[in-house]
């Protein structure tokens, strides 16, 4: 049986190993558009802020181990642009060479993730987003050089990377829609959030 997956990280590379726990003689390929394919979310704000040094600590597979351990064949940079049904085909482009290229496959799997939201409002095209290892380094460099920030959403990895930018030294207003930060917490414990970020100096709108 020849399987296709389409995406890595945590949904595409925890299906390849239970598939390869179910069956030791199909072949499958995963293709995943970023140029990791399995990494630590959790991380990157703290890669941001230079409390994790190496960038090596975030990645928690490589293609090259994963196919060493499962062997599943991990393709990144490598993004699926359209599918078959009819006979059983997806066309593939390589992002590094520019090739497309079909892959026929039995059995086709989608776990493209989500692209994070970003308002509809003017120069939000200049603003950077954190979901993958790539936005990690280019927050990471601009960072260096900036001296204030503004985090826009007072969820788990917005006030990580408030957190981070702060540590860094920059001047940091963290702005949340909803009256308080972490809306799944109650609102008393939620203040004590509040007086924490203010503590370390974090503005919160």
């Given at each position: 049986m020849?399987?296709i997956?389409?995406?890595?990280v945590a ?8 598939i390869?726990?179910?069956d030791?003689?199909a072949?499958i390929t995963v293709?995943?558009r970023?140029g990791?394919v ?11 802020g230079?409390?994790?040094?190496d ?5 928690l597979?490589t293609?090259?181990?994963f196919?060493?351990r ?18 059983k085909a997806v ?5 590094s ?16 993730g ?5 308002p ?6 200049q ?8 936005d ?5 460099e601009?960072a260096l050089?900036?001296?204030t ?6 969820g788990?990895i917005?006030?990580e990377?408030a957190e981070n930018?702060a ?6 207003t ?6 308080q930060?972490?809306p ?10 509040k007086?924490?970020?203010e503590?370390?100096?974090?503005t919160?709108r």
């Amino acid at each position: 049986m020849k399987v296709i997956i389409v995406g890595g990280v945590a949904g595409g590379a925890s299906c390849a190993a239970r598939i390869r726990r179910l069956d030791e003689q199909a072949e499958i390929t995963v293709f995943e558009r970023s140029g990791y394919v399995s990494y630590a979310n959790c991380g990157l704000p703290y890669y941001i802020g230079g409390v994790i040094t190496d960038q090596a600590e975030l990645t928690l597979q490589t293609p090259e181990s994963f196919w060493q351990r499962f062997r599943v064949d991990m393709r990144v940079r490598h993004e699926v642009i359209a599918i078959h049904p009819e006979r059983k085909a997806v066309s593939v482009r390589n992002l590094s060479t520019g090739e497309t290229f079909e892959e026929s496959y039995d059995k086709l799997l989608l776990s493209p993730g989500a692209k994070p939201t970003q308002p509809e409002l003017p120069g939000v095209g200049q603003v950077f987003t954190l979901r993958t290892v790539e936005d990690a380094l280019r927050l990471r460099e601009a960072a260096l050089e900036a001296k204030t920030a503004v985090v826009v959403g007072g969820g788990f990895i917005g006030l990580e990377t408030a957190e981070n930018l702060a540590e860094a030294g920059l001047s940091v207003t963290l702005v949340e829609k909803l009256p308080q930060v972490m809306p799944p917490l109650d609102g008393d414990m939620a203040v004590l959030l509040k007086t924490e970020l203010e503590k370390h100096g974090i503005t919160l709108r």
